[in-house]
């Protein structure tokens, strides 16, 4: 049950990383393929800021729901990676969600290995 409830908790947490705090600028910028430098000119930051800021954001909500810093450093990489595969349009936002959730799937296996060990 406990891993239910983790998994249930992680899908809350993407849920509010991914479209609660995501803003539209965010969801934008994170995209190399962005105009919106063009729009508001030289001191709005560079796709990889935003990208990674948004990342870290889920890092920081995995960090908060397990208190795993090995979660969280597999979060930043696998949702940095995702995203900018998204933001190529290498994947769709289906397989995007899904591959996020695949990475929810893996804290939880982890988890469970741990507590039967």
Avoid at 27 to 53: C, I, M, N, V
Avoid at 102 to 116: D, E, G, H, N, P
């Amino acid at each position: 049950m406990e891993v239910l409830i983790l998994f249930f908790n992680l899908v809350i947490g993407h849920c509010v990383g991914d479209y609660v705090l995501q803003l539209g600028p965010m969801s934008s910028a994170k995209s190399r393929h962005s105009k919106l430098k063009e729009q508001y000119g030289e001191d709005f930051p560079q796709w990889y800021y935003w990208l990674t800021a948004h990342a870290l954001t889920h890092a920081g909500i995995v960090i908060l729901i397990t208190g795993n810093y090995m979660f969280a450093i597999l979060e930043l990489i696998s949702h940095w990676f995702i995203d900018f595969c998204k933001c190529e349009k290498w994947i769709t936002l289906h397989q995007d969600q899904m591959a996020h959730m695949v990475f929810k799937i893996i804290y939880c296996a982890i988890f469970f290995m741990s507590l039967s060990s």
